[in-house]
């Protein structure tokens, strides 16, 4: 049916090159995609280092500036009027903008995914002229005729030689010093400031007499731990030293560095001989060594987390996070590092907002706002597994309050969770379908309550309640009082020491999805609906072996391991006889979370379905590959919990 | 015409199409979601008249925005399937035998499936909210349950002040119309349905940005 609106985008687009060598039905194509978009007085569509957008812009109405920071000044480039095309330059060399766009006058700008138009740039050759030539004129790709084009090669190859996202490289780029400042203990403060002054560091290493590293003082040591306490500049060294140490070998992977320093929130890391904390020190590595070394990094993307209070802000970096994700996939870097880099940025973003949250809130709440409470992520990002935002799973769990007070309390916690889950949306994470979130009532409880709730669920488990129960059992400390978390968790145990009908229904649950391959080793694909003819890799292949993996940690009675692969690899150790399938197992699940996230990411879904056609011989094989180890798992399953007496 | 005597019966069982509807409502939006957050659903309709007891919808436009964002895909056209035939409106809007036109019942689910909870905004909405109200009533729908804005409402707010009195301001002064040249959309495609929801749209974005500035950021503070 001919639309109104389609049609009058479609008229206006075609006024314009390129747009007007498009045939009237690839027209129609990009103006059904069109997203319009209004800015106001000196907003930034795009900013200079930004990674490029899905879109390209076309103005409709207004101006908008393209402006250059140079020595802290912007500098006009272009001025972009009603028609011009602007930001292709970006999205074709897939890096980052070169230039600011910056709103002169209120505008309308109608954006274009580049998915439909790059299938429009094969095709149509005057196209793909048109934008080489573009590429050579500047930024703007307007008023410009084909002679152009061949100017254009000389910058395509320039383009070609830039890298892009400049994330992940190699050792060989990162500069450590080996020449590090080092004193002996019993060194006078005085002196050792003396020292760091004449070499101009912000570190000095404390050793033993062997050169083994004791202690480490910093700048910032300094000024909190000297200064501000008023003590004397003639206090020992070792008084003021941040100790032990963290140590490792130089040639350590160049990921479990950055994971260390990452997770320890270190400014400096310590290299020894033999990376232990006995052996002499061979140099240092500090953040900014890192910073340096990588343009666009996950010690860039936190650090940008940790300076801002803005959600807008902490959302464009969660986005950055995500091409940082796709670009490790590309690169077959470790799921198990890709992983905790992404849990790390999310939980950043978590207790960000639980702090923004109470800000809020706790004025309103003198008394209230001091109860202890333990912000827990449950599901996939309490197994640190998630890799893309899908569905939020978390919960609130608070200290046991007076009876009189335990509705102020739930008042205030709920406030909390809503603007914690208000900011995450806005982040990009999606609201669970289910509503397990920290905002719903039921799961925002006193410890008691909870305590009794995992008690119902051991003591008297049915079919339903554990399904939903399972994403309770993985849940994580995100931010507050971790002890209220550590307390459940010891509860839990105890409730399923002898509790062998709970394991039964645990085990009855992880098998209900049998192994994804029919009768002739086929994906079992969906039969209707929305999904039709696609495999969803989640229901038949990664939650059978997440519930398998929960149950058999669960069995051996092992606390504080969530993750899905790392169960398996700490159940090859407690099961030497299926060694080889546990670890089989573990790296099974790696492989499904790679492909789920790469889908994901290529088709801006959650990435649970699959189309098998879609996929190439390697990945098939490897898909296939991975189900092997369910079934034979879920056979032992059947066998060890007797499951054949308890159907039904 | 046998749905018109279900109109004026009393009790009308629910189909499940409106039950599925109502259910999404269960859950109230939370007054702090960012306005970022919100999906906002921007429709007009052509009538065969202004009596809303005697006229009947002949078209339906809209399209959504969220994010600040108009998108393009969600944009709707619609045209009805009518029993009565007004000449002066066909003289206005020229749609003299819609080649496509929906049934009520189909039009009615599909509209309920197409709005979901998202926020109902219009020009001058009540009207639209009426006739639109009637088409849904042979179902089982008394009323539609999604929050309405008023574009005609929120222009006068943000220029003049919540307390405005508009009998006090000039004739037309907020109609669409004037109020698209006002803020510099280009009047086109007028009298149609999708055209007037489409130049509405523009209007909106306009206006949350403006709202934005003045502190209106978030559901609570823009529906009260």
């Known amino acids: 049916m ?27 194509q990009v103006a059904k995609e069109v997203e319009v978009r209004y800015f106001s007085e000196n907003e930034l569509l795009f900013e200079q280092g930004d990674p490029a957008q899905q879109y390209f812009f076309v103005l409709k109405e207004g101006s908008v500036l393209l402006t250059e920071k140079k020595d802290g000044q912007e500098e006009i480039v272009e001025v972009c009027d009603e028609g011009d095309v602007f930001g292709v330059l970006a999205l074709l060399g897939k890096r980052p903008y070169l230039l600011n766009a910056r709103v002169k006058e209120e505008s309308l700008v109608y954006a274009i995914p580049v998915a439909v138009f790059e299938k429009i740039l094969h095709e149509n050759s005057r196209v793909g002229l048109y934008f080489a030539a573009g590429f050579a004129s500047g930024q703007v790709v307007v008023r410009t005729d084909l002679s152009q084009s061949q100017k254009a090669r000389t910058t395509f190859k320039e383009i070609s030689r830039d890298s892009g996202l400049l994330i992940f490289t190699g050792q060989s780029d990162l500069n450590y010093s080996s020449d590090v400042l080092t004193c002996p203990q019993h060194t006078l403060i005085r002196d050792a400031v003396a020292a760091m002054a004449e070499k101009g560091v912000g570190s000095i290493v404390i050793v033993n007499e062997k050169d083994h590293p004791l202690g480490i003082i910093t700048d910032k040591d300094l000024r909190n731990r000297l200064i501000a306490r008023n003590k004397s500049y003639d206090t020992p060294v070792e008084e003021l030293m941040t100790t032990p140490v963290i140590t490792k070998r130089k040639d350590a992977a160049f990921s479990e560095l950055y994971l260390t320093m990452i997770k320890n929130r270190l400014h400096h890391l310590i290299f020894t001989e033999d990376g232990s904390s006995d052996s002499p020190i061979t140099g240092i590595l500090s953040d900014h060594d890192i910073l340096l070394s990588q343009g666009n990094s996950p010690a860039v993307l936190i650090n940008a987390l940790m300076n801002t209070w803005e959600i807008h802000e902490m959302a464009k970096i969660r986005d950055r996070a995500e091409k940082l994700l796709a670009y490790y996939l590309e690169n077959e870097v470790s799921i198990e590092f890709v992983a905790s880099i992404i849990s790390e940025i999310n939980d950043i973003i978590i207790r960000r907002a639980v702090e923004m949250a109470k800000k809020k809130h706790d004025p309103d709440f003198p008394e209230i706002s001091k109860v202890k409470f333990c912000f827990l992520s449950l599901g996939s990002e309490g197994r640190e597994e998630q890799l893309l935002r899908t569905d939020l799973d978390n919960a609130i769990v608070f200290e046991n309050v007076p009876l009189s007070k335990v509705e102020e309390t739930k008042e205030y916690m709920l406030l909390i969770a809503q603007q914690v ?12 379908p289910a509503d397990i979130m920290a905002n719903n009532p039921k799961y925002c409880q006193p410890l008691s309550t909870w305590k009794a709730m995992f008690s119902d669920w051991i ?13 309770f059992f993985d849940y994580r400390a995100i ?22 009908i709970f394991l039964n229904f645990l085990a009855k649950n992880a098998l209900l999805n049998p192994p994804p391959l029919g009768f ?16 969803d890799i989640k229901l038949r292949a990664m939650m059978p072996l997440a519930d398998i993996a929960r149950l058999l940690v669960l069995s051996h009675r092992v606390v504080g391991i969530n993750n899905t692969f790392k169960r398996f690899e700490k159940l090859a150790d407690l099961e030497p006889n299926y060694r080889e399938l546990m670890l089989e197992a573990g790296k099974a699940y790696e492989i499904l979370m790679r492909m789920r996230a790469i889908e994901g990411l290529n088709s801006g879904s959650s990435g649970r379905y699959i189309q098998p056609e879609k996929l190439g011989k390697l990945q098939r094989q490897l898909l296939k590959n991975a189900f092997a180890p369910i079934d034979e798992l879920q056979k032992i399953i059947q066998v060890r919990f007797q499951l054949g007496y308890f159907r039904n | 015409m046998n749905w018109l005597s279900r109109i004026f019966g009393k009790e009308l069982p629910k189909t499940a199409f409106v039950e599925t509807y109502e259910s999404l409502f269960e859950k109230p939006i939370p007054p702090m979601r960012p306005i970022s957050q919100l999906t906002f659903v921007v429709l007009d309709t052509e009538t065969t008249g202004l009596d809303p007891k005697k006229d009947f919808i002949i078209s339906f436009g809209a399209i959504k925005l969220r994010s600040y964002v108009l998108k393009i895909d969600t944009a709707q056209e619609i045209y009805l399937k009518t029993p009565v035939k007004n000449k002066e409106a066909i003289q206005v809007h020229e749609i003299i035998d819609p080649i496509e036109g929906l049934t009520i019942k189909d039009f009615a689910k599909q509209f309920l499936d197409y709005i979901g909870r998202d926020i109902i905004v219009g020009h001058h909405i009540g009207f639209d909210l009426l006739m639109l109200e009637k088409v849904l009533k042979p179902f089982g729908l008394k009323k539609l349950l999604n929050p309405v804005l008023d574009t005609q409402y929120l222009a006068m707010r943000l220029e003049k002040g919540p307390h405005y009195d508009p009998s006090m301001g000039k004739p037309g ?7 698209c040249e006002r803020y510099g959309i280009e009047l086109d495609d007028r009298h149609t349905a999708a055209g007037d929801a489409f ?5 909106l974005l306009k206006l949350l940005k403006m709202a934005e500035k003045k502190g209106i950021k978030d559901f609570g503070t823009l529906m009260r």
């Open chain 1, 520 to 535: 002739f080793r086929n994906f079992i694909v969906e039969k209707s609906g929305e999904q039709k003819d696609k495999f």
């Open chain 2, 173 to 179: 002064e907020y109609s669409l119309d004037n109020l």
């Open chain 2, 199 to 203: 130049l509405t749209g523009q209007l």
């Open chain 1, 459 to 471: 003591h008297s488990p049915n079919q339903q309640a554990l399904m939903n129960a399972t994403i």
């Open chain 1, 421 to 432: 889950i208000e900011i995450l949306l806005a982040c990009g994470f999606k609201p669970c």
């Open chain 1, 2 to 28: 001919a639309n109104v609106i389609v049609n009058r985008v479609k008229e206006f687009l075609k006024r314009y090159p390129p747009f007007s060598f498009l045939s009237e039905d690839s027209l129609e």
């Open chain 1, 479 to 500: 931010i507050g009082n971790k002890v209220l978390a550590e307390e459940l968790t010891e509860h839990i145990y105890n409730e399923i020491a002898g509790k062998s």
